[in-house]
């Protein structure tokens, strides 16, 4: 079974232009959530989609956002970036079922820097 | 809100030895799941060990085992036999239980494990 796919792996963006990251989840699974990971910050959590429809999110500015397809997959677009959004995206699926929820698998990420 | 602190940022270890990697945390809940997670230079991170918070048997994976001390809210990691490969950034990880709750992870500030040969 394929894991967790995060495309691109890496990005080079001037400041104040947008962005778009993709995550496919593993098969199966329809929740995903992203996570941006700083130096400075460590891994904050940045939003939940379940069904399409987001169930959490962290506290971001609203230059991010994120939707999630029908199919599961997920973008996350960040707009008017700033060089402090130089960081790793990490996106992590989950399964929910029968009220449970399996453990997070994680894609490599996408490394974006703002120039 | 709940919190995670590693008050450790990095630590080293010989090959084929024990080390303990510390976690604290902070909730007001009484139900949830703890985790260490394992990033490698690769930077994908990986799932080493979970431990929920109604059990109070220790888990154990392989050379991974956990200190799971619920009332003082504690939950190190203990690697056995360390080898080259167990070298990498470790997380510890905290989420509630509950569908509602869904899947948000609460992380620490990581610690560096080094394995020297």
């Known amino acids: 079974k394929a894991g967790v796919t995060q495309t691109p792996r890496y990005l080079i963006k001037t400041r104040g232009q947008q962005v778009t990251l993709s995550c496919s989840p593993i098969s199966g699974h329809r929740s995903v959530s992203w996570y941006q990971q700083t130096p400075g910050q460590g891994l904050q959590f940045l939003f939940e989609?379940?069904?399409?429809?987001?169930?959490n999110k962290g506290n971001f500015p609203g230059r991010f956002s994120g939707r999630q397809f029908s199919n599961s997959r997920s973008e996350m677009n960040v707009s008017t970036l700033e060089l402090g959004d130089s960081a790793l995206y990490l996106c992590?699926?989950?399964?929910?079922?029968?009220?449970?929820?399996?453990?997070?698998?994680f894609g490599q990420g996408t490394r974006l820097t703002v120039v | 809100a709940q919190t995670v602190t590693q008050s450790q940022p990095e630590m080293s270890v010989q090959e084929a030895e024990t080390v303990t990697l510390s976690c604290t945390y902070d909730t007001s809940e009484s139900d949830y799941y703890l985790f260490w997670y394992k990033q490698p230079p690769s930077r994908q991170m990986i799932l080493v060990i979970r431990q929920e918070a109604y059990k109070q048997q220790n888990a154990t994976e392989n050379r991974f085992s956990v200190n799971f001390q619920k009332a003082a809210k504690s939950f190190s990691l203990k690697i056995s036999d360390s080898q080259l490969g167990d070298a990498a950034m470790y997380f510890c990880a905290y989420r509630r239980r509950g569908e509602t709750s869904g899947s948000r992870l609460t992380f620490g500030e990581g610690t560096q494990l080094t394995v020297n040969p």
């Open positions: 989609y379940f069904s399409e429809t987001q169930r």
């Open positions: 992590a699926s989950s399964i929910q079922a029968q009220g449970r929820i399996t453990e997070a698998f």
